[in-house]
């Protein structure tokens, strides 16, 4: 069976949240702790969630669409200053040529049919990697889309796309290297300020909270300098076409449980 034959009515999609229950926990939340100003996800277990259903693999990416949908509006809905999703990774590049094009197609599509309720809810997109080495449709849509929402004042949506730790640091590397031999910056001069002001994420305050789905208890290459004092949360039980903003929720009241000394006593 192809993916284009497989209809989400086949399965029982996960239960939401009736709405005044939803508006209950928000309040909690808000209430019960400081909520956490940036929020990085780990979007994993598509291919997992497919295979268990006997389904193509590239299936489990079309359903995770709708959990990128529920977070994004549970996080505005929320307050949150920034939410970052590891979408696509430099190492994806060594998936099936298939589900590379399956990929690429979900995310140029998706920058399409999205954008209009981004901007309506004042959501602001932005993209965080080697963007320049994605295809020219994927470029193109990306492009249209950062332009619609820039000045969206709400809350602040990173993609992480091509994006690596490592090549991170290296471009960095790379950009200050470039100020001292042009004479704009002394050797003496890097210091942890300089070297997070070039990276992708300036600006921006680090992740306090990492979510990752699906059991796998590791951060692959995803924002190591910006991680140094996040907050973790294993989702193990769930895989992410099946997260939704219950599971959010759970993870932030956990972190508010959390005594965060960053180093100190």
Known sequence: M????????EYAPVAKLDAEEDQRIRQQLKEQGELPRHIAIIMDGDRRWA???SLPKTEGHRYGRESVRDVVRACG??????LTLYTFSTENWSRSKEEVQTLMQWLRDSLRDEVPELHQNNVRLNAIGRTGELPGAVRIALKGALAKTRDNTGLLLNLALNYGGRSELVDAVRQLATQVQEGHLQPDEIDEERIGGALYTAGMPDPDLLIRTSGEMRLSNFLPWQMVYTEICFVAEVHWPDFRRQHLYEAIAAYQRRQRRFGGA
Do not use: M, N
């Not at 192809?2 to 009515?9: A, G, N, Q, R, T």
């Open 77 to 82: 809905q929320l307050g949150i200053d920034v």
């Open 51 to 53: 295979v268990e259903r």
């Open 2 to 9: 192809s993916s284009l034959e497989v209809s989400p009515k």
